[in-house]
């Protein structure tokens, strides 16, 4: 069963920026596709990036296109989200998903913009 454990994530007022991270383990993270997905309260989970294992291939939801950036470090087992000009309605718990459209995800981190 696939290990996925997110963190970076906190408090940050509208505009700013976070750095989010997932390291893997037990799985082979190398040769997986990945994503990131996101649940805010009282809403359906929502897909927001996948990436191939080479990195070749990304996709995102156009309501983060431009301001989100997913990358993967495979000699360190770990999947990040660089998100930029953040604003109220990206308020959510982010995690990780071992999947390009999401599947099973570990522990998430919570994000919360104020404005």
């Known amino acids: 069963e696939a290990q996925l454990v997110a963190s970076g994530g906190g408090l940050v007022q509208t505009g700013g920026s976070l750095r989010l991270s997932c390291e893997a383990s037990v799985f082979s993270f190398s040769t997986s596709d990945m994503s990131w997905v996101r649940q805010a309260p009282g809403k359906p989970l929502e897909w927001l990036s996948g990436?191939?294992?080479?990195?070749?291939?990304?996709e995102y939801r156009d309501s983060v296109k431009g301001r989100f950036t997913i990358s993967r470090d495979n000699a360190k087992s770990t999947l990040y989200l660089q998100m930029n000009n953040l604003k109220s309605e990206d308020t959510a718990m982010y995690y990780c998903?071992?999947?390009?459209?999401?599947?099973?995800r570990g522990q998430g981190t919570q994000v919360t913009v104020s404005s």
């Open positions: 990436i191939n294992p080479d990195g070749t291939s990304i």
């Open positions: 998903s071992k999947g390009f459209h999401g599947g099973s």
